[in-house]
């Protein structure tokens, strides 16, 4: 699956020119970072993924196979 989503995110920068689609952004994540002062120290909790749609197809693409293989 991370091998696919790598290379779907390299195909979809390869492809934009052609393809703008694949070249939109998805972001998921928590923005702004959720911070906890308890006074003695300060943690500050943040995610942030940005993908691609090339990177999406292609972790799909991905998971079909390793089932198609496996199965």
């Keep these: 699956m991370l091998l696919g989503a790598l290379g779907g995110f390299v195909g ?4 934009v020119s052609t393809l703008p689609f694949l070249g ?3 972001t998921l994540g928590v923005s702004p970072p959720f911070q906890l002062d308890v006074g003695v120290a300060q943690l ?12 999406i197809l292609g972790a799909l693409l ?5 089932y198609f293989l496996e199965g």
């Design 44 to 55: 500050t909790f943040g995610f942030t993924l940005e993908l691609n749609f090339g990177a």
């Design 62 to 66: 991905g998971v079909i196979l390793y």
């Design 12 to 15: 979809g920068q390869a492809l």
């Design 24 to 26: 939109q952004l998805v």
